[in-house]
Structure formats: C-alpha cells, structure tokens
C-alpha cells in the first residue's frame, strides 16, 4: 500500500526554521517525483517546491525561493523540506505528494498527483 507521511511541523516564531520529512512506504521513493504543496485557510493549495527522480534537480516557488530547501535521501525513502526565515504568511497545512505520471514542473503538476500524505500543520507565529 503506498503511503506517505509527514512530519515535523509545528509553531515557530518568524525568522525560525523547520525541517519537514515525507517518509514513503509501500513503494521505492527514489523512482518517483515529489511535490510539497501547502493550503492555508481560505485558499487555495499552492505548489511549494519539487524534486526530480533523474538528476535530483528541484524547483521552488517564488515566495519561497532562498528559504526552502528540498532534499532527498534515498536511503531513508525519504523527502525533506528545510524551511528557514519562515514568515507569518507560510503558516499552511503542507503536504508531500507524488504519483505514476508525476513529475517536477513550474507548474507543479497537482493534476498527476495520485498520492497525497495527511499533511502536518506549519504555523509562524510571535
């Protein structure tokens, strides 16, 4: 059964950090794509960032670019997003993601993800 997990989420004052990990089971991470999206409430879920299988070459969004990082240990069959100078405005539920025909885009892709993890709340707060 293929399943992802988050964690490492939690309340942090702005300008904190946060190391968020997507733990896969049931399948070999390494093969796969991964997204993490974040949905705050009243919005939309957004694309954060993503990592390719081939090269491990990652793509951020915007707001987020040159705060996060996306990395991935294969070994662990996990992800991680390392998120530093966090803002008020990052606090989200934020999910990993992936599928069978995902695959890491500008656009994120949501409309290949067939996987979704059950997300881990992020709240930057004084």
């Known amino acids: 059964q293929v399943q992802l997990v988050e964690s490492g989420g939690g309340l942090v004052q702005p300008g904190g950090s946060l190391r968020l990990s997507c733990e896969a089971s049931g399948f070999t991470l390494d093969y796969y794509h991964i997204g993490w999206f974040r949905q705050a409430p009243g919005k939309e879920r957004e694309g954060v960032s993503c990592?390719?299988?081939?090269?491990?070459?990652?793509l951020y969004a915007d707001s987020v670019k040159g705060r996060f990082t996306i990395s991935r240990d294969n070994a662990k069959n996990t992800v991680y997003l390392q998120m530093n100078s966090l803002k008020p405005e990052d606090t989200a539920a934020y999910y990993c993601a992936t599928g069978v025909d995902y695959y890491c885009s500008d656009s994120f892709n949501e409309f290949y993800v067939n996987y979704w993890g059950q997300g881990t709340q992020v709240t930057v707060s004084s």
């Open positions: 990592i390719s299988t081939s090269d491990g070459s990652t």
